[in-house]
Antibody
Framework: QVQLVESGGGLVKPGGSLRLSCAAS????????MNWIRQAPGKGLEWVSY????????HYADSVKGRFTISRDNAKNSLYLQMNSLRAEDTAVYYC??????????????WGQGTLVTVSS | DIQMTQSPSSLSASVGDRVTITCRAS??????LNWYHQKPGKAPKLLIY???SLQSGVPSRFSGSGSGTEFSLTISSLQPEDFATYYC?????????FGQGTKVEIK
């Protein structure tokens, strides 16, 4: 069955760095568009970053541009998010999410369980 | 960026009720609209994609409609497991954006 398992979350001080990982299984990762989506405590969902199947196309939310870097290793079926210059407002559960595009829409069809990142002194 | 606005922000309903949630986009997104629900402590789950297509495994009491800027999600007969927060999301353009959520609570 499909599994997306995030790791790497934790407590970090403002200005610090953290690297999230996501291990994928149960589907063809190398053919899949992947995203990171976050949810601050008690808040709604915020898209963070996108990477195409080959890694040649990457997009970021304005709120993280220049601080976060998304990457992938198709040989290891893994997705990553390098987070630098972390701020209190980056505190959230971070989800690893597959985006499946058809001719009519591109829904987020597979979600990991999430990993909590807390930025606090 | 395309803004997504849901209404209501919350609602109280009873088991068996028909419930409708609406979602409005700040510009036309054709039918590139998806619906999710999320239970406390869990990841969101895809219910409806392309405005009206039911995701595999999702009960038929869920349905979606709309195009352009106005969309709706209907639950024909609310079940105990449907009490959750519902989100719409546009996949017409980047950045992908979500509505603020509609919390469906037990009356």
């Amino acid at each position: 069955q499909v599994q997306l398992v995030e790791s790497g979350g934790g407590l970090v001080k403002p200005g610090g760095s953290l690297r999230l990982s996501c291990a994928a299984s149960g589907f063809t990762f190398s053919d899949s568009y992947m995203n990171w989506i976050r949810q601050a405590p008690g808040k709604g969902l915020e898209w963070v970053s996108y990477i195409s199947s080959s890694g040649s196309s990457i997009h970021y939310a304005d709120s993280v541009k220049g601080r976060f870097t998304i990457s992938r290793d198709n040989a290891k079926n893994s997705l990553y998010l390098q987070m630098n210059s972390l701020r209190a407002e980056d505190t959230a559960v971070y989800y690893c999410v597959r985006e499946y595009c058809s001719s009519t829409s591109c829904p987020f069809d597979y979600w990991g369980q999430g990993t909590l990142v807390t930025v606090s002194s | 960026d395309i803004q997504m606005t849901q209404s209501p922000s919350s609602l109280s309903a009873s088991v068996g009720d028909r419930v409708t949630i609406t979602c409005r986009a700040s510009q036309s997104i054709s039918n590139h609209l998806n619906w999710y629900h999320q239970k406390p402590g869990k990841a969101p789950k895809l219910l409806i994609y392309a405005a009206s297509s039911l995701q595999s495994g999702v009960p038929s009491r869920f349905s979606g409609s709309g195009s352009g800027t106005e969309f709706s999600l209907t639950i024909s007969s609310l079940q105990p497991e449907d009490f959750a927060t519902y989100y719409c999301q546009q996949s017409y353009s980047t950045p992908r954006t979500f509505g603020q959520g509609t919390k469906v609570e037990i009356k």
